[in-house]
């Protein structure tokens, strides 16, 4: 693997850029986004650091740590709180990037399970409050009322 692979990677997903993955959840959007998230940020902490001989055990969770500590005032986790198999799922897409870089990491992924992905997770807008949309309304009064 070289480290140019990694820095790319990494930069194009701070950037908002796609970049190509495993689907390795199963259950959901926002369960797939947290493993995405964390195995780039896996990717992030590791990539100048030696591998560890399989299995890689705890390796990755001083990352878990860092992203996902509960806030101090809310006591939510940024994440949701990982599970263990998204814990598993995110080392393995980590693990399998820094081994054999971007060409070997793509190789490995079935064709039914490549999916894109980018840190934006898409979220509805908030639903206005009544008396901001009245205001809209009322400022805009050549426009048909439904």
């Not at 990694?6 to 959007?29: F, H, K, N, Q, Y």
């Amino acid at each position: 693997m070289s480290l140019e692979d990694a820095l790319l990677r990494v930069a194009t997903w701070d950037s908002g850029g796609t970049i190509w993955s495993i689907e390795m959840g199963g259950l959901g959007p926002a369960y797939e986004q947290a493993i995405q998230i964390l195995a780039i940020e896996i990717i992030r902490d590791e990539m100048a650091n030696p591998l560890p001989v399989l299995p890689y055990g705890r390796w990755g969770y001083a990352t878990v740590s860092r992203i996902d500590a509960p806030d101090p005032v809310t006591g939510k986790c940024a994440c949701g709180g990982f599970s263990g198999a998204q814990v598993s799922a995110a080392q393995l897409i980590a693990y399998r990037f820094l081994s054999f870089g971007a060409v070997g990491f793509d190789k490995f992924i079935p064709k039914d399970r490549r999916i894109q992905v980018n840190r934006f997770y898409p979220v509805a807008p908030p639903k206005p409050h009544v008396e901001d949309a009245t205001r809209d309304q009322a400022a805009k009064p050549d426009e048909a009322k439904e």
